[in-house]
């Protein structure tokens, strides 16, 4: 604590400047406050590479967005759902807490006794923040699970396509990454494909000490390994290390490396004896690529055609590939499209051909981008949160309607069509029907593709009950609005590290809650009371008393498992606030798919064939058409050089240069759409979201930096602010994930006149096998805004 300073009136008024230690999805830090109030923060010395985005943070809590006070939707409270039509087109009322707590509790209560736990969305897919206690999707789970059960889904916006297709091709959804200490040992080449790590390591799904991010910028100029990105954006990773850029054009990487792998067969340079002995199917794949399946030979100059990188450049990265050490880092971006499962079926293919699966410093990895992915892991035992898998406190009588999980990207299809029956990967789903939609920690208008076809859906359920900080799109379509405080608010405990058990930090409160805020285990608690469910819900404790036994539990797995690391006593970890944990040895070293390498048969990886599998009997099984049994390229309905498949092609073309594929990737000054309410001014170009535009497909359409522009799909259209760059690949535009949608009227047609990406996306799936989310895969025409520019009032509160 920093000395108290002198005030004018000190008899009347002591000012008191304060440091609190506390963590954040950005990291640990300082949350500076003078006379209760954030004045800015200062990173935890350890962290390696402190956020950028830490001062924003201090300012989240006073945003002009903030929900004050509970808030009704003003026809809800006159007509309950019989209003559910004007969802998103409502104005708000204020109410006490108690009368939006016995609203929500009504909700609750009549849903369950008319329908039974089967017409309940309670999965409130989201980032919430970090706290294991004040944890507000597994709260609201606990009480849900107290109520009898909700709609249970597989698969998340992440990883859906990636995660479903690498059990088949290595027998693990996630597989450890070779550890970075080997890598900067033995690696020469390190590919960068569809990642674009110095974004997206910024967070943690706990919190962070961003190890992976000091890592990454010490590649810059590295004397051995050379660094390539391959990407339609070039990330800014490659900005600033300097990595070679190779702009693919979006949704094309099957065709890159079906050229590379034809190089690679006809140069003699795949490694045959690696691929005959550690993977099954390759046969059948090298028939695909030298055309003898399709009558299509998947030369350098056909892959070229269909990515736009030429194809002297594809066979320079193949015969270099082949050459070096290369570790293929492979992101998340070109999963998140249509047969978003075969890019990295592809991929694993390519590092089995180049032979170095298993080699130290070789091979692929899956998550060096995300949460320090690839760091030799602490040891220390793991703090666990609050659980949230809690047998049912009430006896369910309604039998089950439906089927008990669904693909959780398919919600707006759930809620829009009760009974559709859909295959997912090898099973048939029937969707259930819901009543009620409970959110807290999310946001779904942020997050689900197609905002316009959710809010058509979203208008279905019955009630729709929203735990939230900030007035978002979702608060602004819920019809009981409870305002929750912030994690600056509250005091919590959390983990530092989801791939990487750092240890242990208290997130000490430091301000009050702002406004009528409330933690959500104060809300949850309260609702639970309401529902007859306090003593099961809070087991008797308070926030703080939960917060200390979470610690003791894990404390004592950690004396019980005699780890090295004890936990100190509880007192101790108060005072000091963290605990990190030692790195060892033992944890060092680690080569990915090295037994296996050394010896398949004694080690066999947990596929069909307990080998690399190239070909899957079971995908060949299931006889989808959106999945083939190898990895190949198919193109999507609306990709590049597809407009004339589209139902209205006509109006993908425009005069002024026909359509551009939308990227939407993560925003470096965002997680997701959180800290859009006070980063909006500075981030935003002619006041909107900023669109990223090639020079050649501006000057098309008389574009320059600083004009609102107007960017639409056959789903919908965005205003947005255009920067005319060339880190932007001709033929694709940027709209990155998560700024806030802002539907307005405007000369008659309904735009987002602030530019939030999933207006344009499609909701479709993946494939039948992951059934996963869009974010890629859209065509757009862009052009220039003429008439009057509306302005933006979604990070105001709406009108009471
Ligand atoms: N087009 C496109 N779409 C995408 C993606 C993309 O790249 N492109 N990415 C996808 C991915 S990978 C993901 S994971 C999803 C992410 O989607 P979300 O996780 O839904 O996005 P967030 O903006 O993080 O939403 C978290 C919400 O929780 C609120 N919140 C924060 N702390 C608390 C708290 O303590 N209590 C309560 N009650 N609320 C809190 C925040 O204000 C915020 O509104 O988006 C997916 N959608
Ligand atoms: N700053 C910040 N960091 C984050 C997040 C955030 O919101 N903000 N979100 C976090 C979350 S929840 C997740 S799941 C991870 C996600 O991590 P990723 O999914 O890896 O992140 P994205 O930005 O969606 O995509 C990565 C890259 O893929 C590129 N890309 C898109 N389409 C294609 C394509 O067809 N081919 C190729 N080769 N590249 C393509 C994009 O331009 C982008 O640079 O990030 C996490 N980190
Ligand atoms: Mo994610």
């Known amino acids: 604590m920093a000395p108290a300073s002198h005030s004018i009136l000190p008899e009347l008024r002591i000012m008191t400047e304060r440091e609190t230690l506390t963590a954040s999805h950005w990291g640990l830090f300082y949350a500076l406050t003078k006379d209760g109030r954030l004045t800015g923060a200062r990173p935890f010395e350890k962290d390696c590479a402190p956020s950028p985005n830490l001062e924003d943070i201090a300012s989240l809590p006073y945003a002009e967005a903030r929900i004050l006070e509970p808030m009704v939707r003003r026809s809800f409270l006159e007509r309950g759902k019989d209003s559910r039509a004007d969802r998103g087109n409502d104005s708000y009322v204020p109410v006490s807490w108690d009368k939006a707590l016995d609203l ?21 897919y989201g980032w919430k923040s970090p706290g294991s206690v004040n944890n507000s999707i597994a709260l609201l789970q606990r009480l849900l699970n107290l109520m009898g059960g909700y709609i249970e889904t597989g698969n998340s916006y992440s990883t859906a396509a990636i995660g479903t297709i690498l059990p088949y091709a ?62 339609p954006v070039c990330p800014r990773t490659a900005q600033e290390i300097g990595s070679q850029w190779i702009a693919a054009r979006p949704g094309t990487d099957c065709a890159l490396m079906l050229g590379i792998l034809y190089v690679l067969i006809k140069e003699n340079l795949a490694d045959e004896a690696f691929l005959s002995r550690c993977t099954t199917g390759w046969p059948e794949l090298r028939s695909y690529v030298l055309g003898d399946e399709d009558g299509i030979a998947k030369t350098p100059a056909w892959a070229a055609a269909e990515s736009g990188v030429p194809a002297h450049d594809i066979e320079a990265l193949a015969r270099d590939m082949a050459a070096h050490r290369t570790m293929i880092m492979f992101g998340w971006g070109p999963q998140r499209a249509r047969y978003g499962e075969l890019p990295p079926w592809m991929a694993v293919a390519l590092a089995a051909a180049l032979g170095q ?134 005091t919590d405990i959390t983990p530092i590290g989801t791939y990487i058990n750092d240890g242990i930090v208290l997130m000490k409160q430091a301000i009050d809650p702002i406004g009528g805020s409330k933690s959500d285990y104060a809300i949850f608690s309260a609702l639970a009371r309401r529902l007859g469910l306090e003593e099961p819900f809070t087991e008797g404790l308070t926030e703080a008393e939960w917060i ?100 209205d092609a006509a109006a993908l073309r425009n005069p002024e240069g026909g359509y551009l594929q939308l990227v939407s990737p993560k925003s470096d000054a965002r997680l997701h ?73 405007v000369e008659g047609e309904a735009l987002d006149v602030h530019g939030s990406s999933n207006v344009l996306t499609p909701d479709d799936p993946a494939s039948s096998l992951s059934c996963g989310n869009i974010a890629s895969t859209a065509l757009v025409q862009v052009s220039k805004w003429t008439g009057t520019a509306p302005e933006v009032k979604v990070f105001e509160p709406p009108e009471n």
Not at 107 to 113: D, G
């Open 104 to 124: 929500a509790a009504d909700a609750i209560r009549s849903t369950y006794r008319d329908f039974g736990p089967s017409a309940v969305w309670g999965r409130s």
């Open 548 to 647: 200390r036994k979470l610690y003791e539990d894990a404390r004592s797995r950690s004396l019980a498992s005699g780890l090295k690391t004890l936990l100190p006593k509880w007192e101790s970890f108060e005072k000091a606030g963290v605990i990190l944990y030692p790195h060892e040895k033992k944890n060092e070293g680690y080569v990915a798919f090295a037994d296996f390498r050394r010896d398949p048969e004694a080690h066999p990886l947990k596929t069909e064939t307990g080998k690399i599998v190239l070909y899957s009997e079971r995908i060949a099984s299931l006889g989808y058409a959106d999945c083939p049994p190898h990895p190949a390229y198919l193109k999507p309905y609306e990709a590049y050089g597809n407009a004339e498949h589209a139902a």
């Open 357 to 490: 699966i298993g080699l130290p410093g070789g091979g692929i990895g899956t998550n060096y981008h995300y949460c320090n992915g690839g760091c030799p892991p602490g040891t220390g035992p793991q703090l666990g949160q609050i659980p949230s898998r809690v047998p049912p406190a009430v006896p369910v009588v309604h039998p089950w309607k439906g089927s008990r999980a669904v693909p959780v990207a398919r919600m707006a299809d759930v809620l829009a069509h009760p009974g559709k029956v859909i295959a997912w990967n090898g099973s048939r789903i029937e969707y259930p029907d819901v009543h009620l939609v409970f959110w807290a920690g999310g946001n779904p208008f942020a997050h689900h593709p197609d905002t316009r076809r959710l809010e058509e859906a979203w208008r279905r359920p019955d009630a729709v009950i929203v735990a939230e900080s900030f007035w978002n799109a979702t608060a602004r379509h819920a019809d009981i609005v409870l305002p929750a405080s912030t994690f600056l608010e509250r």
């Open 673 to 745: 759409s959180q800290l859009n309410a006070v980063t909006f001014r500075k981030s935003q170009i002619a006041g909107r979201e900023i669109c990223l535009i090639n020079p050649a497909d501006a000057s098309l359409r008389n574009i320059a930096t600083g004009d609102v522009i107007r960017v639409s799909s056959l789903r919908g259209a965005i205003l947005a602010g255009a920067v005319v760059t060339d880190s932007v690949r001709p033929g694709a535009v940027v709209v990155h994930h998560g700024g806030w949608f802002d539907p307005q009227k």
């Open 170 to 231: 290595l027998g693990i959804k996630d597989p450890r990454s070779t550890g970075w200490d080997t890598i900067l040992e033995h690696t020469e080449r390190i590919v960068l494909w569809g990642c674009d790590p110095l974004v997206t390591n910024d967070i943690d799904w706990t919190t962070t000490l961003h190890e992976g991010t000091e890592i990454f910028r010490s590649l810059k100029g590295h004397p051995r390994i050379r660094t390539i990105a391959v990407n």
